[in-house]
């Protein structure tokens, strides 16, 4: 499998931005895809899934602010994320995983200014 991902950029402290993952190859039925973000020396945090059937999953960081959706059509999936903070600034990866495999896509950078 492989992921595209697109989007990202610098944005004021409030303001949004949009991300969005194509995937393509061999993808099962039953799957999650979803983003993680990643600060340089700290451990990459899940910040959305949502699965083949639609269910979705957030952490309390960004719940309320964060919405992921996905067009099974297209096997694309898009992060819009609102009311940003600084804290939100990382690489932010989109990811894909069925029973066999997990894959991560190059990251695209989030930079949140105050």
């Known amino acids: 499998v492989q992921l595209q991902a697109c989007g990202g950029g610098l944005v004021q402290a409030g303001g949004s931005l949009g991300l969005s993952c194509a995937a393509s190859?061999?993808?099962?039925?039953?799957?999650?895809m979803g983003w993680g973000r990643q600060v340089p020396g700290q451990q990459r945090e899940s910040v959305a899934a949502?699965?083949?059937?639609?269910?979705?999953q957030y952490p309390d960081s960004v719940k309320g602010r964060f919405t992921i959706t996905r067009d099974t059509t297209k096997n694309t999936i898009y992060l819009q994320m609102n009311d940003l903070k600084p804290e939100d600034t990382a690489v932010y990866y989109c990811s894909y995983y069925d029973t066999e495999y997990h894959y991560w896509g190059q990251g695209t950078q989030v930079t949140v200014s105050s």
């Open positions: 949502i699965t083949s059937s639609g269910k979705t």
């Open positions: 190859g061999r993808i099962a039925g039953i799957n999650v």
